[in-house]
Nanobody, 124 residues
């Protein structure tokens, strides 16, 4: 049974930082691209960042470029999202997702497995 479990969310002030983690089990983690998506209350979900199974070129939505960094540790079966200079508009539930042999797509349709999400709240 595949499980993705996010952690690290919380409440911070604008300009602050958080590091999200997503631990995976029940799959061969190194063969999966990992993505982060978010959904704000009352809004459509959006892609945030992704890293290919090979750990190559990462992919980010324009609004987080230069502020967020996605990385992975295959030995720990974990993907991270370092979020710096957070803004109120980053407030959302953040989900991690896994896509076997993926290249780091920004489309939620390509991801097979999803976590339950972790809340990030940024106050001004």
């Amino acid at each position: 049974q595949v499980q993705l479990v996010e952690s690290g969310g919380g409440a911070v002030q604008a300009g602050g930082s958080l590091r999200l983690s997503c631990g995976a089990s029940g799959l061969t983690f190194s063969t999966y691209a990992m993505g982060w998506f978010r959904q704000a209350l009352g809004k459509v979900g959006e892609f945030v960042a992704a890293i290919p199974w090979s750990g190559g070129t990462t992919n980010y939505v324009d609004s987080v470029k230069g502020r967020f960094t996605i990385s992975r540790d295959n030995a720990l079966n974990t993907v991270y999202l370092q979020m710096n200079n957070l803004k109120p508009e980053d407030t959302a539930v953040y989900f991690c997702a896994a896509d076997r042999w993926g290249a780091g797509s920004d489309s939620f349709r390509t991801y097979e497995f999803w976590g339950q999400g972790t809340q990030v709240t940024v106050s001004s």
